[in-house]
């Protein structure tokens, strides 16, 4: 267990350090925040803060959910959007190396 933990680590840790806008640290505190949501809800969200278009945050949380794992997907019928929530097991590591971003000085 202790092995996939650090490679989801290392994994977040390159998501962040590519993140040049805040774009991508701000979706993965949007998740700590709300816990569930939709894209069409995090879209909503986000496009306060950003123009983004819908499209780029659904390819946004597609890789979120993929790569790094740290997602959970309902569909509850054919008829409804897909509902994307944080694996608890991984909140502390998302917080962490969040954190750390946000305590290393920008160069």
């Not at 306060?48 to 019928?77: C, F, N, P, T, W």
Request: glycine content about 2%; charged content about 30%; hydrophobic content about 35%.
């Amino acid at each position: 267990m202790d092995s996939i933990r650090s490679k989801i680590k290392r994994r977040l840790q390159r998501f962040i350090e590519l993140d040049v806008n805040g774009l991508r640290s701000y979706i993965l505190s949007k998740f700590l925040d709300v816990k569930e949501t939709t894209v069409d809800e995090l879209h909503t969200s986000i496009t306060q803060k950003y123009d983004i278009s819908r499209s780029a945050v659904a390819s946004m949380v597609g890789y979120i959910y993929s790569k790094l794992g740290v997602l959970r997907s309902h569909k509850e019928s054919y008829k409804t959007p897909i509902v994307y929530s944080l694996k608890e097991e991984y909140v502390d590591l998302i917080k962490s190396t969040l954190e750390s971003k946000e305590s290393t000085p920008a160069t």
